[in-house]
């Protein structure tokens, strides 16, 4: 059994920050990339930032700017630092980590519930 907990979403106003982390826990082996994506309502989920465990990064052309990806491999955590946020990143964001159980296991990706972020203008 594993599990993604994100946390750290809230309600902020336009050209503030937000960090989110997210833990992952359970059977896990290893973990390939982890990553964040966002849905707003009436929208389908899109890639936010994903790292990969040697730690390169690849960033939505929307957020490079504004938003850093970061890990730390021994805590089975990411996190998600996002500053200069704006009414448009108003989202709820999932936490999505790609990881075997076994040492023999076949990667398998799983995902959190989400936490929600909400930029007023």
């Known amino acids: 059994q594993v599990q993604l907990v994100e946390s750290g979403g809230g309600l902020v106003q336009a050209g503030g920050s937000l960090r989110l982390s997210c833990v992952a826990s359970g059977s896990i082996f290893s973990i390939n990339t982890m990553g964040w994506y966002r849905q707003a309502p009436g929208e389908q989920r899109e890639l936010v930032a994903t790292i990969t465990s040697g730690g390169r990064t690849n960033y939505a052309d929307s957020v490079k700017d504004r938003i850093t990806i970061s890990r730390d491999n021994i805590k089975n955590t990411v996190y998600l630092q996002m500053n200069s946020l704006k009414p448009e990143d108003t989202a709820v964001y999932y936490c999505?980590?790609?990881?075997?159980?076994?040492?023999?296991?076949?990667?398998?990706?799983?995902w959190g519930q989400g936490t929600q972020v909400t930029v007023s203008s």
């Open positions: 999505k980590a790609i990881l075997r159980t076994g040492a023999g296991s076949s990667t398998f990706q799983y």
